[in-house]
Nanobody, 125 residues
C-alpha cells in the first residue's frame, strides 16, 4: 500500500503564501506522475495541479491558480510540493496529494491510484 503524507497546511491571510509537501516512502516515486487536488466544504473534489514523473517534469494547472501556484517534485527526497502564493479566500479547502497510474501528468481524479489523507488550508479575508 502506497502512503502519501501531506503537510504544510494552515491558516493564512489573503495575499499570503503556504508551501504544501507530500512525502512518501515509496521507492518508485520517481516513476509516477503526481498531482494536487482540493475539496472545499459542500463541493466536489477538484484538480489543482499536476506534474509528470521527472524532477523537471511537465506541469499543468487549473486556470484559477495559474500564475499563483507552482507544483514541483524532488525525486531524490520522494517529495511533492505545492507553492501557493497570493492566496485568496476561495482557495480555502482540504488539499490532497495524489499518485497517478503512470508517468504522465495527473490531470483528473480518474488518473489517480492513491490519495493522501489531506491537509487543511484556510485563507482569511
Amino acid at each position: 500500500q502506497v502512503q502519501l503524507v501531506e503537510s504544510g497546511g494552515g491558516l493564512v491571510q489573503a495575499g499570503g503564501s503556504l508551501r504544501l509537501s507530500c512525502a512518501t516512502s515509496e521507492r518508485t516515486f520517481s516513476n509516477y506522475g503526481m498531482g494536487w487536488f482540493r475539496q472545499a466544504p459542500e463541493k466536489e473534489r477538484e484538480f489543482v495541479a499536476g506534474i509528470s514523473w521527472w524532477s523537471s517534469g511537465s506541469t499543468y494547472y487549473v486556470d484559477s491558480v495559474k500564475g499563483r501556484f507552482t507544483i514541483s517534485r524532488d525525486n531524490a527526497k520522494n517529495t511533492l510540493y505545492l507553492q501557493m502564493n497570493s492566496l485568496k479566500p476561495e482557495d480555502t479547502a482540504v488539499y490532497y496529494c495524489a499518485r497517478g497510474h503512470g508517468r504522465g501528468i495527473v490531470k483528473s481524479a480518474r488518473e489517480v491510484d492513491y490519495w493522501g489523507q489531506g491537509t487543511q488550508v484556510t485563507v482569511s479575508s
